[in-house]
């Protein structure tokens, strides 16, 4: 696969991207010197590393198109999911939509509900870590996020969505995740296209 050019991508190279993401050996294996950041994902997707381009396509993504990356692959794959589950990535996408300073901030309580634990809860957490501070308001302090946080939490928003169903036809689901999540990187929805 030959994801093409990649206007939305915060990074250009994958010397940038990896420096906020350090690779682990197998996807170290297929970095080039002076690799672009697009030839970095399509060698992780050409060897078969289908998570790894999952979880480096979060983090090069741009904050808010990450986290919309995650409410569109939940839109193209459902799933069954509880109150609390809906209400976390109504947060999200309430955020996606319009990314206040509120809005951010009122993501971390369902994410918290959630006990951190689910894809709604990740997606949740990508929005709050998308800017800010992480200190509570009342402390009066600013702690920003790191740099990979959203897209983190983003990359195993995406992971947990691709879990449901049978486990012999997982890396279909990955596949369709990063198809939706490159369509986004080319400045589409990530909506359209084949079905799950």
Request: aromatic residues 8%; negative net charge.
């Amino acid at each position: 696969m030959a994801p093409g050019p990649l206007p939305k991508l915060r990074f250009s190279s994958a010397e940038e991207l990896c420096a906020v993401l350090a690779p682990g050996e197998q996807a170290g294996a297929v970095t080039a010197p002076r690799q672009g950041a697009a030839d970095f994902l399509a060698a992780l997707v050409a060897a078969g590393l289908l998570p790894d381009a999952i979880r480096y396509l979060a983090v090069a993504l741009p904050r808010r198109e990450a986290v919309w990356w995650a409410c569109a692959t939940r839109r193209r794959m459902p799933a069954a999911e509880t109150e609390p589950e809906q209400a976390a990535w109504g947060a999200a996408e309430t955020w996606v939509y319009e990314p206040t300073e509120p809005n951010r901030q009122a993501t971390y309580a369902h994410a918290e509900g959630l006990k951190f634990d689910t894809a709604g809860a990740y997606a949740a957490l990508g929005a709050f870590w998308s800017g800010g501070s992480l200190a509570p308001p009342e402390t009066g302090q600013h702690v920003p996020p790191g740099d990979g946080l959203t897209g983190t939490a983003v990359g195993a928003a995406v992971m947990f969505r691709c879990v449901p169903g049978e486990a012999r036809t997982i890396a279909a689901r990955h596949r369709l995740a990063l198809d939706i999540g490159l369509d986004i990187a080319r400045g589409g929805s990530g909506l359209t296209g084949g079905a799950p």
